[in-house]
T-cell receptor, first 109, second 114 residues
Framework: GQNIDQPTEMTATEGAIVQINCTYQ??????LFWYQQHAGEAPTFLSY??LDGLEEKGRFSSFLSRSKGYSYLLLKELQMKDSASYLC??????????WGAGTKLIIKP | IAGITQAPTSQILAAGRRMTLRCTQD?????MYWYRQDLGLGLRLIHY???????GKGEVPDGYSVSRANTDDFPLTLASAVPSQTSVYFC?????????????FGPGTRLTVL
């Protein structure tokens, strides 16, 4: 079966750095997405990766290793507005997105 | 305003009743999707449509039906609601449904079946 694993919840301090991991086992791989979802709102797109390596976009960076079925989202200089759930999703061989349950990130002052 | 709209925002429904959740997008996207989101579970695909006139079953299609008569609209129907269909329902769309295409989500419909 297809499976995507993320930690359920993480807590970090404002101004700090946090790494959210995602491991996946899917039938085929056509890219990995990260989405952000604030409580009571819809998910919004953060990033898409299909090649191995590290890519930085401002305060957010993401790493992908296809051979290990592993990705992480790195958030730097945490702000209170970063409190949200972060969803990892993989596009499978049928081009459908398989979603992880999401990691709820709690930021403390 | 460009984007996706869903209606209603929330609904309480008696078991056994029929209900249609509406979804409209004005981005001229080819692909549209219906997901349900339950606490502790990831978004689960109910049905999808890669283009107007075609539909497909997702991971959890039982008890739901969809139609795609035109590009903009993608309604989801619960023929006879059951309590296990209590969930938050999100409609989404993407330009082609391939590659790096991101999915844009509507605001969601919170449905409670009693």
């Amino acid at each position: 079966g297809q499976n995507i694993d993320q930690p359920t919840e993480m807590t970090a301090t404002e101004g700090a750095i946090v790494q959210i991991n995602c491991t996946y086992q899917t039938s085929g791989f056509n890219g990995l997405f990260w989405y952000q979802q604030h409580a009571g709102e819809a998910p919004t797109f953060l990033s898409y990766y299909v090649l191995d390596g590290l890519e930085e976009k401002g305060r957010f960076s993401s790493f992908l290793s296809r051979s290990k079925g592993y990705s992480y989202l790195l958030l730097k200089e945490l702000q209170m507005k970063d409190s949200a759930s972060y969803l990892c999703a993989v596009r499978d061989s049928n081009y459908q997105l398989i979603w992880g349950a999401g990691t709820k990130l709690i930021i403390k002052p | 305003i460009a984007g996706i709209t869903q209606a209603p925002t929330s609904q309480i429904l008696a078991a056994g009743r029929r209900m249609t959740l509406r979804c409209t997008q004005d981005m001229r996207h080819n692909a549209m999707y219906w997901y349900r989101q339950d606490l502790g579970l990831g978004l689960r695909l109910i049905h999808y449509s890669n283009t107007a006139g075609t539909t497909g079953k997702g991971e959890v299609p039982d008890g739901y039906s969809v139609s795609r008569a035109n590009t903009d609209d993608f309604p989801l129907t619960l023929a006879s609601a059951v309590p296990s269909q209590t969930s938050v329902y999100f409609c989404a769309s993407s330009e082609k449904g391939q590659g790096s295409d991101e999915q844009f989500f509507g605001p969601g419909t919170r449905l409670t079946v009693l």
